[in-house]
């Protein structure tokens, strides 16, 4: 879902004939980071054979996008209040300061504003990037986009794989509206690829779906509060079930996992600690 936004705020932007270039900084230490978004030249470190372009760099002109924001840390906090100031950095091992001209897009799970206040991240980058502000709803949220996302995954896997699959039937849609996304638009995108792949029809069914959205009741992932659980309980509780249903159906690799629900994995090990799901895991993983 954020991809697509950035994406689609590219597009339709002046610099849609620039480069669009997308960083997850959630899947990179700060060290390979810091090399990814700015480069390094030879001799920088163990292993830099040669000068490398970092993302800024590559998209000078266009828009970068850079994802999990919140989980940067203090060091390169420092160095992206820069580069979103002025515009330019110099590359790991480098002397010389580069300059670009780049739209900045960024996305986070995180609440900054608490992150603020608890000294986590910097209030004067919190400023700077808070320019405009898209709240993203999940995907269980916005039931009367999950048609439209589909189809439009559906057009983009027809045209990548030359298969010929011209829409779903009104049950599969119906069973794509009553699951719960744990995993948002990732996962509906995965779903959708994989129907194209495996069906056997020029229509997508209710059959082509995995067992688990096939089956979806209308009452997944709502919680029952009772006058005797407070509001902590009543939300940690479908919290709980999201979390163990991304688990189950990536087979609690917790990297894939953290990928599907769009958080990073240190968020995820320490909501697993806290909802006690821990101890669930299976022993033969």
């Given at each position: 879902?954020?991809?697509?936004?950035?994406?689609?705020?590219?597009?339709?932007?002046?610099r849609?004939?620039?480069?669009?270039?997308?960083?997850?900084?959630?899947?990179?230490?700060?060290?390979?980071?810091?090399?990814?978004?700015f480069?390094?030249?030879?001799?920088?470190f163990?292993?830099?054979?040669?000068d490398?372009?970092?993302?800024?760099?590559?998209?000078?002109?266009?828009?970068?996008?850079?994802?999990?924001?919140?989980?940067?840390?203090?060091?390169?906090?420092?160095?992206?209040?820069?580069?979103?100031?002025?515009?330019?950095?110099?590359?790991?091992?480098?002397?010389?300061?580069?300059?670009?001209?780049?739209?900045?897009?960024?996305?986070?799970?995180?609440?900054?504003?608490?992150?603020?206040?608890?000294?986590?991240?910097r209030?004067?980058?919190?400023?700077?990037?808070?320019?405009?502000?898209?709240?993203?709803?999940?995907?269980?949220?916005?039931?009367?986009?999950?048609?439209?996302?589909?189809?439009?995954?559906?057009?983009?896997?027809?045209?990548?794989?030359?298969?010929?699959?011209?829409?779903?039937?009104?049950?599969?849609?119906?069973?794509?509206?009553?699951?719960?996304?744990?995993g948002?638009?990732?996962?509906?995108?995965?779903?959708?690829?994989?129907?194209?792949?495996?069906?056997?029809?020029?229509?997508?069914?209710?059959?082509?779906?995995?067992?688990?959205?096939?089956?979806?009741?209308?009452?997944?992932?709502?919680?029952?509060?009772?006058?005797?659980?407070?509001?902590?309980?009543?939300?940690?509780?479908?919290?709980?079930?999201?979390?163990?249903?991304?688990?189950?159906?990536?087979?609690?690799?917790?990297?894939?996992?953290?990928?599907?629900?769009?958080?990073?994995?240190?968020?995820?090990?320490?909501?697993?600690?806290?909802?006690?799901?821990?101890?669930?895991?299976?022993?033969?993983?």
């Amino acid at each position: 879902g954020k991809s697509l936004i950035a994406r689609a705020a590219h597009r339709r932007s002046a610099r849609r004939d620039k480069p669009f270039i997308e960083v997850a900084c959630g899947a990179l230490p700060e060290n390979l980071l810091e090399s990814e978004l700015f480069g390094h030249v030879a001799g920088a470190f163990t292993g830099a054979t040669a000068d490398k372009q970092g993302k800024f760099k590559l998209a000078d002109g266009g828009t970068i996008f850079l994802d999990e924001i919140g989980t940067a840390t203090p060091a390169m906090q420092v160095k992206l209040l820069r580069v979103l100031q002025d515009f330019e950095f110099e590359q790991v091992g480098g002397a010389k300061t580069h300059k670009v001209d780049t739209r900045v897009v960024l996305a986070t799970n995180e609440n900054l504003e608490e992150a603020v206040a608890e000294g986590r991240f910097r209030e004067d980058l919190y400023y700077r990037i808070n320019v405009i502000n898209i709240e993203l709803p999940s995907l269980r949220d916005r039931l009367s986009d999950i048609p439209l996302l589909a189809e439009h995954f559906l057009q983009r896997v027809c045209q990548e794989t030359g298969k010929q699959v011209r829409g779903f039937s009104d049950e599969a849609v119906a069973a794509l509206q009553r699951y719960a996304w744990p995993g948002n638009v990732r996962q509906l995108q995965n779903i959708i690829e994989r129907a194209v792949l495996l069906g056997k029809n020029d229509v997508i069914t209710q059959a082509d779906l995995p067992s688990d959205v096939a089956s979806a009741a209308t009452t997944a992932y709502v919680p029952s509060p009772t006058g005797q659980m407070t509001l902590k309980e009543a939300l940690a509780a479908p919290e709980r079930q999201i979390i163990l249903g991304a688990l189950e159906a990536n087979c609690w690799n917790r990297n894939e996992t953290a990928d599907a629900l769009g958080i990073n994995r240190t968020t995820l090990y320490k909501k697993m600690k806290r909802l006690g799901l821990e101890d669930l895991e299976p022993a033969t993983h």
